[in-house]
């Protein structure tokens, strides 16, 4: 079993003999109301095929009629990424026999996508990395397959298949970019870093839930090797469907190991799809890769042509949000945060909250230790994303403000947020019915320092004698029978006047 930690390891002695180059694949659900071709509702969660009708379902006779919205988002999207627009493209059949596409062909775009030719900046360990785009195109999503019976879900040893059409037609957006090199170790950061940028950008433009769990983002994960300086490339292998941030590092980790492994030994790496697994960081072989003209493409005779008229789309550049980066730059003036600490936030997911945890009143340095200490790692724990915590920023400036007046220590501070997290109460009902205020009445306090002194007469002795550096188990042995309670510094006040 290959460990985490070995794999880091080995990245680095990896990239010390392989180039690594990396390309993404990120297919993003459009959050349009409609379907891409009909108007059946997109809500995720919808009893099955219960938003199907004769266009998605494929039926004989069905014509399709484009979503505007969609082709406005797509355009959106490439303008953000500062594509070139086409002013003239056509939607393309790509054929091929699948269960959950009743049509047996997918919608899409072929040699003329709508955007093409953009760039997205990442930013890792201070560098910062253009990623190139090659073109971002709309095309109609699947249906879902179920398999039942089997231990993993999988159609290996299922005994039977459902179907899904709910799926079927919801607007795709697919978005690859050009070959990435010249990374070398920070390879897997960086993919998960143009992830987790292009992921903001999506989401500051409204176009998508992004919701990766759910699949409204889906990436794929192309790898490939090539001897250091030589500049030949490598045979790539595509890891499909890596559903969190997480996965695209360990994804791109786990193959740069394998396939050195494979060139080491004098193997050739072989041109096929593989599968991650969450639970163990490592991928398996899926199908042998398809070429293009596997799938028959042709231009799609139901639709006419799609032609954005150029005042349209210099409207919606016009438009445009405030984007990631942009916005990152105001961000960093007002919360007086360096290069490096904006750079930590925007890895870890947690710039919007950190900014809304100082809008609701905490200093900017006590959010931003919240949400990149504590915060980061209970999401972690529960293998979520911050912004998916049950807390709020509110409630986080709430918990700081309690600190700064001296209610809360930062340990207890630290079990009001474990409790809002747990019930889902906000801070102030966790502090009461809990009782977690800081205890720092002198007469609260005296009879469990008594006890501490009664049980402990050795050490009374010590600091009877001088010893005051010996106070501390006395210290420890109040703070655990008041269960982190006591305000540390009255007590050892209170020690060290009754034992002089
Ligand atoms: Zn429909």
Known sequence: MTTLESTLDRVVDVAG??????????????????????????????????????????LPGSLPVPNEVAIESTIRIGLALHCDIASWCRFARKNYFYPDMPKNFQISQYDEPLCTNGYLDVTVEGRTVRVEIERVHLEEDTGKSLHVGGATGRIHGADHSLVD??????????????????????????????????????????????????????????????PAGSGVLGTRSETKNVNSLRSVERAIRFEMGRQADVLDRGGRVVQETRHFHEDNGRTTPGRSKEE?????????????PVAPDPAWVDRLRTTLPELPAERRARLAGELGATAFEMESMANAGVVELVAATAAA??????????WLGYLTQKANAAE??????????????????????????????????DGVLETGADVDTVVAERGLRRVSDVDALAAAVDEAIAAQP??????????????GALVGAVMKATRG??????????ILQKLS
Request: proline share 6%.
């Open 458 to 471: 050795d050490v009374a002795e010590k600091i009877r004698g001088g010893k005051v550096a010996a106070a």
């Open 361 to 370: 009143g905490a200093p900017a340095a006590e959010a931003r230790n919240w």
């Open 384 to 417: 979520l994303e911050p912004a998916d915590l049950a807390i709020s920023p509110e409630q986080v400036a709430r918990v700081v403000a309690l600190v700064e007046d001296g209610t809360l220590s930062v340990g207890l501070a630290r079990q009001a947020v």
């Open 485 to 494: 309670q006591a305000d540390a510094k009255t007590v050892r006040e209170l």
């Open 292 to 304: 293009a003209t596997d799938y028959r493409y042709f231009p799609e005779p139901d639709l006419v």
């Open 17 to 58: 003999r392989y180039d690594p180059v990396i390309g993404l694949e990120t297919h993003v659900e459009l959050g349009t109301v409609s379907k891409m071709f009909c108007g059946c509702p997109t809500t995720f969660g919808a009893e099955p095929n219960t938003q199907t009708c004769p266009v998605c379902l494929g």
């Open 165 to 226: 059409y709910n799926r079927a037609g919801i607007p795709l957006v697919e978005i690859v970019t050009k070959p990435v090199a010249g990374t070398g170790a920070l390879a897997p950061v960086v993919g998960r870093a143009y992830v987790t940028e292009l992921r903001e950008l999506l989401r500051s433009l409204g176009v998508s839930d992004v919701r990766m769990e759910q699949g409204s983002l889906r990436c794929d994960v192309n790898v490939s090797l090539s």
